[in-house]
């Protein structure tokens, strides 16, 4: 199986390559810059082929793709910073690389026929309530120009492909690039004490655990929309940095804060990040392990002293 996995240079693209070198398949990895700008850990994906690619150039994606002829094109590539994508200035681009760009990328698959995976996210949904959200539920309605532009992502891929798979995930962690655990272990060696939002409830992605999902699904025709993050239970921001210092060994005071009380944020957060993952077990894919699990596995392969 030959698989074109776009957005490599991130934390999920470069988990899904490793994982398509150990089971043996061929991945060919593509991001913006003109060679490979991972984390070189002497993992696989960086001795895998890489090409350059700008997935909003419509006739460079087709080019690109169509040579290659993969069995899967995993879209891993997006426009992530959130905050950021409220900026006026910035609005046309993020729905450019979010929407247009897996437009271009949908219509090649469909073109070669070829299996697409599309990463989602939560923010596609109100974050409102506690009713953990269905992976089939479309009462769409994002808070934010991320949640608006990973929504028409979705709606490109499943209103041009019959052999799609659409996965959201949330509160995403792995060792290649930031997230939420390196910023708390850095904040947390030069404060005594930190404060974190309490009324945002949901549960983390251990990048690693969830591209042995994907390449489990890919390897099935079981099409649709699903939902994955770690086991574990739900839990606020605040008592995930708890568990971080707690497994860490910090000694650092963590303090609640609702969403108001801290302010700041550009971009309105869901406060119900719950996704229901049943969809899952029900179709014969191994849930994730607990997020209990994940980390105490990331801060293992953490270099910490980088942080």
Not at 52 to 74: F, G, N, Q, R, Y
Not at 92 to 110: D, P, R, S, Y
């Amino acid at each position: 199986m030959k698989v074109f996995v776009t957005g490599v240079a991130g934390q999920l693209g470069h988990d899904v390559m490793n994982e398509l070198a150990k089971r043996g398949y061929e991945g060919i990895g593509t991001d913006l810059k003109e060679t490979y700008s991972g984390v070189q850990d002497g993992s696989p994906v960086t001795t895998m082929p890489y090409v350059s690619l700008d997935i909003t150039d419509a006739k460079a994606v087709e080019e690109t793709i169509t040579k290659v002829k993969p069995d899967v094109i995993v879209h891993c590539a997006a426009w992530t910073a959130v905050d950021a994508a409220e900026d006026e200035d910035k609005k046309g681009l993020v729905h450019k690389i979010n929407v247009e760009g897996t437009q271009n990328i949908a219509n090649v698959a469909k073109k070669i026929d070829a299996k697409m995976v599309y990463i989602s996210t939560d923010y596609v949904f109100n974050g409102q309530g506690e009713t953990p959200w269905d992976p089939d539920c479309k009462d769409y309605a994002p808070l934010s120009v991320y949640g608006e532009t990973k929504l028409g992502g979705e709606q490109a891929v499943s209103n041009t492909l019959d052999k799609y798979f659409i996965v959201r995930i949330a509160w995403v962690f792995g060792l290649n690039g930031n997230n939420f655990i390196k910023t708390m272990l850095r904040v947390g060696k030069t404060h005594d004490q930190v404060t974190v939002v309490s009324d945002q409830i949901g549960t983390p992605t251990y990048t690693l655990d969830l591209s042995r999902l994907l390449v489990d699904m890919i390897e099935t025709d079981k099409y649709g929309y699903y939902h994955a993050t770690n086991e574990g239970g739900f839990i606020s921001w605040y008592e995930f940095t708890k568990e971080i210092y707690r497994q860490a060994g910090y000694s650092t005071k963590v303090l609640p804060v609702t969403t108001e009380e801290y302010g700041i944020s550009k971009a309105a957060r869901p406060f119900n990040s719950r996704l229901d993952k049943s969809k899952l077990v029900k179709n014969g894919f191994t849930p994730l392990p607990t997020w209990q699990n994940a980390l105490s596995r990331y801060l293992k392969e953490l270099n910490m002293e980088e942080l």
